[in-house]
Structure formats: structure tokens, C-alpha cells
């Protein structure tokens, strides 16, 4: 966030554009709670005597009624006050590369963001604000510790229209060249998948947590029987409490889930009491796992996780969290439509051969390279997994027997490497390759390769991504995975083309 924006003033026209204010329910919306926690301290005995059926005004009480009515009076006003002027004072503009964010009447606060740094924006729609069609716009910014601009809230439409506006300008298309601050129209878009609640939910009844909490429940089962004591069955409880939570938790985020390609982005929705709609531009997204929980092999079913510049600070390296999650639960040809959003082009003439091989395979399945035989001591199990490929455009990381993932870094997101080597690793001639990308749940590392073979990949990777970063072009990504014929390859084509954004800054060293 850089460069001056006024602290106060009316929302008048400006030279670039106009000030406007959120919708004036917003602070009723946000400030809720406060609301209800005013009217519960102040009334509390008023309802209980309702609800007790005893009259209420007559002894102590009578005296106190006056003196908490006055008083919750008092305490109310001023809270509705100080909502009317937070609304008041709280003001944005889009304009002149920017967006900017004005707020606080007591102590004024400026927030203002590059449109060119913009890396994903989200619609946020809490169940009240539903309620009142109302909706949150949040986008983050490169380099911003936390999310740059919340508006909170606009209507459902305005904020869709504003989504849009600023995704256009971040991608510098203007409707006219007379009009270079006009709102931009909506982007069309073509679903590519959707996840059925059933699937979630078996998904959800087959992850990690449930088979954790089955190995404990045997546990239990055992142990009780061999010493005799139904004690160890009250240990279950709060391990079931808690399964029931994640469980509502990862069902709310993930229901309806849905996903479509526009010239925007990639466009993701979810949420069943909290709704959510992201819009991602595919050349924000620095790494990309596939992983597969030992229960779902099952059905053949995959997770997809990113990290996306601007998520970091805010995601941390939550392994659960929605916004990182690019598909909950699918099929491998599910999975392998989601890599073409943000891998268009795999470097491959033969995609499925190798991506299947990083999914599925063992030892050079695909033209993999493996952790040498005799170094299979340190990964018994996952030795012949441990492994990676290099297509023209992204490098393969495989790793896990049990839990299998496959870890996809496009060759112009690796910002670093470094090669780390223990005192074991150096005994049996091995070292782990880690690339370094924006924080997020996906950690690229290549465990036990062969020493020779880490150091020739640190080199090779270090050019293929100074190559890369020199010939990208993301703007061309919606032309190579929207359908033929679809309106969204029309618009891609027709419409204004969108430049490149600027890459992510670092570069591999040693």
C-alpha cells in the first residue's frame, strides 16, 4: 500500500473517479453481537420473570426497571450511534490503478492497494448477510501481511460488478479508451466441475481424521480388554466431539462446490450456511498438490491444495482451509481438469502418462527419478516414491507409499532452492531439494534423491526458471483450456486480451 489518499471530506467526485460508501446496514451486520450482548445485560431479568411468569415489576426490581431501561437506552443509542458514524466515515474509490479505503472517525485510517498487485478476490457472504443480500469483498495483495481491502458490505450485485471492475483493471482492460474508469462488465464463464454433497460427504467419513480415530478406537477396544478397565473408553469422547466439528466444518466450506474458467480467472464457490465465491488468476497460484488420504483409493479420489500469493500470511500452512483448496474431493480426471486451469500447457506430449505416474506410479514409471536403491534403508516404505520429473514447464515432486501426493511447481514460480543434507542422508549419499515458494499448505521438497542427481536438478531448475519467468505468458491461458466454441473462448478471443501481471519476485540461489 503506497501513496497518499484524503482522510476526510465528503464522498464527492474526485478528478479519477467517485468516493462511494458501503451499504448503511453494514455496521448492523458486522456489529451484531455487540448489539445482542447489550440486550441480554440489560434485560436478562425482564426475561427470565417472562419466561417464569412471575409480574414484572414488584420488589428490588421495581426500583432497579427505570435504572436498566435508562441505562441499556443509553448504552443502545451510543452503539447505534457509533454505527451510524463508522458507516458515514467509511469510504472507497477505484481509480487511477487503485483501490482505496477510507475509515474511522475517531482515529481515521487509509488503506489503499495496487490493482496490478491484486492476487485473488472473494465474495464473502456471512449467513446474516445472505439474509439482507448483502456481501463482503475481500482481495489480497502481494506482499500485503494480511488481507489489503475488506469491504464489508455491498450488495450481492454491486459487489459482483465492483469483483469485476477491478479484476479488469487489474488486468489492465478498460471498456473504452474515453472512458478509462468506466465499470467493466462481468466475464462469462463455463463451469468445469462441481463436487455432489454425497461425495463430500463420503469423502469426509474416509479422510485422515476418521481413519485416526479408528486406529484409536481399536486402541481402545483392546486395551480395555486386556486389563479390564472401561476407562479408556470415556478417552474416545472428546476425539468424537472433535471429529463431529472438523466434520461440520470441512462439510459447510466444501458443500456445493463448484468450479469455472472465465477470462478473469479461475472462479470457485462453496459454503452452505457461509457462502463463498474466489476468483483466482491462474499465474497467482505458485505450487499445486494432489494428494490422495490411503482411504480414498477406494474410489480413486484426490485433493487438490495451492499456494496463492497474498494467502500466505492470512492461510498460514493450514492443511485444511477452503480458500487453498482448489478441489475438495474428485475423480483423477476431475483432478486432472483442475492442473489444466493452472498448468494449460504440461511440457508433455504425454500428460496422462506421466501426471498418472506421479499419481499412482512406482520407481521410473513415467520417466521419474527415484531415491537410489541403497539408500532405501532411510524410506523402506516410501523409497520407490520418493521421486521427481521435469517437464518443459513445471517440475514433478512425488513422495508417500500410504499417504501419496504429487507436488507440481511451474517452473517460473520456484522464487529459491536449497539442498539439505543430515548427518544419515550424508552417510547413504543422499540430500532433500527444497523449493521455496509463497506460504501456503503446499511445501515443495524432494526427499533422498541420489546426491549427483540433487545437485544436477538445483542447477537445471535454476535455469528452466530464469528461462521461464523470461517467456511466460498467463495471459494466454484461458485460449488453451476453454472449450471450443464456448462462449468464453469467444470472449477470450474477441474481447480485449489480458497483459501479463507482473511475476512474482525472487530467483533461485545457492
Do not use: C
Not at 483493471?169 to 462488465?185: C, K, L, S, Y
Amino acid at each position: 500500500m503506497d501513496g497518499p489518499a484524503p482522510l476526510d471530506g465528503p464522498a464527492v467526485e474526485t478528478a479519477d473517479g467517485a468516493w462511494l460508501r458501503v451499504h448503511p446496514a453494514s455496521p448492523f451486520v458486522r456489529g451484531w453481537v455487540a448489539l445482542a450482548a447489550i440486550a441480554f445485560f440489560f434485560g436478562r431479568d425482564i426475561f427470565e420473570r417472562t419466561l417464569q411468569g412471575r409480574p414484572m415489576f414488584e420488589g428490588n426490581f421495581a426500583a432497579r426497571a427505570p435504572w436498566l431501561i435508562a441505562g441499556g437506552g443509553i448504552v443502545l443509542v451510543i452503539a447505534v450511534l457509533g454505527f451510524v458514524l463508522t458507516w458515514y466515515f467509511t469510504k472507497y474509490q477505484v481509480s487511477g490503478g487503485y483501490v482505496r479505503v477510507n475509515s474511522g472517525f475517531v482515529f481515521r485510517q487509509q488503506r489503499q492497494a495496487r490493482l496490478d498487485r491484486v492476487q485473488a478476490i472473494d465474495i464473502v457472504q456471512p449467513l446474516l448477510a445472505r439474509i439482507f443480500g448483502l456481501a463482503e469483498l475481500k482481495f489480497e495483495v502481494a506482499d500485503a501481511g494480511e488481507s489489503a481491502v475488506r469491504l464489508a458490505y455491498l450488495k450481492v450485485d454491486q459487489a459482483r460488478q465492483l469483483r469485476a471492475t477491478i479484476l479488469a483493471r487489474a488486468a489492465g482492460v478498460t471498456v473504452g479508451p474515453d472512458t478509462p474508469d468506466a465499470e467493466a462488465p462481468e466475464a462469462p464463464e463455463h463451469q468445469v466441475l462441481s463436487v455432489a454433497p454425497p461425495r463430500l460427504i463420503g469423502s469426509l467419513l474416509l479422510s485422515e481424521q476418521s481413519f485416526f480415530v479408528l486406529l484409536g478406537g481399536v486402541g481402545a477396544v483392546v486395551l480395555s480388554a486386556v486389563t479390564d478397565n472401561r476407562g479408556f473408553y470415556f478417552y474416545l469422547i472428546p476425539a468424537a466431539l472433535g471429529l463431529a466439528a472438523s466434520y461440520w466444518s470441512l462439510f459447510n466450506k466444501g458443500y456445493n462446490f463448484t468450479a469455472a474458467i472465465s477470462p478473469d480467472g479461475i472462479r470457485l464457490r462453496y459454503g452452505l450456511l457461509d457462502t463463498q465465491a474466489q476468483t483466482l488468476p491462474p499465474g497467482r497460484i505458485q505450487a499445486l498438490k494432489m494428494s490422495q488420504p490411503p482411504l480414498w483409493r477406494i474410489f480413486g479420489w484426490y485433493r487438490i491444495q495451492v499456494n496463492v500469493a497474498g494467502y500466505g500470511a492470512v492461510e498460514g500452512a493450514g492443511g485444511n482451509s477452503a480458500r487453498t483448496t482448489l478441489l475438495p474431493v474428485g475423480k483423477q480426471a476431475d483432478a486432472m481438469a483442475m492442473l489444466a486451469l493452472v498448468l494449460p500447457d504440461p511440457g508433455t506430449s504425454e500428460p496422462d502418462v506421466v501426471f498418472g505416474a506421479g499419481l499412482a506410479g512406482l520407481d521410473s514409471d513415467g520417466g521419474f527419478v527415484t531415491t537410489p536403491r541403497g539408500a532405501r534403508l532411510l524410506a523402506p516404505l516410501g523409497w520407490r516414491r520418493n521421486a521427481y520429473a521435469a517437464t518443459d514447464t513445471a517440475l514433478l515432486i512425488r513422495s508417500g507409499r500410504w499417504w501419496r501426493a504429487l507436488v507440481v511447481v511451474p517452473h517460473q514460480r520456484t522464487q529459491s532452492m536449497a539442498l539439505h543434507q543430515g548427518p544419515l542422508a550424508r552417510r547413504f549419499g543422499v540430500a532433500d531439494l527444497v523449493l521455496h515458494t509463497t506460504a501456503g499448505p503446499v511445501a515443495p521438497r524432494l526427499y533422498q534423491a541420489g546426491l549427483e542427481q540433487a545437485r544436477t536438478l538445483f542447477n537445471d531448475q535454476s535455469a528452466r526458471a530464469r528461462l521461464a519467468r523470461k517467456r511466460q505468458t498467463t495471459e494466454q491461458w484461458l485460449r488453451e483450456v476453454a472449450p471450443p466454441g464456448s462462449s468464453v473462448a469467444a470472449a477470450a478471443h474477441s474481447g480485449p486480451e489480458h497483459p501479463s501481471l507482473p511475476p512474482q519476485e525472487g530467483h533461485p540461489h545457492g
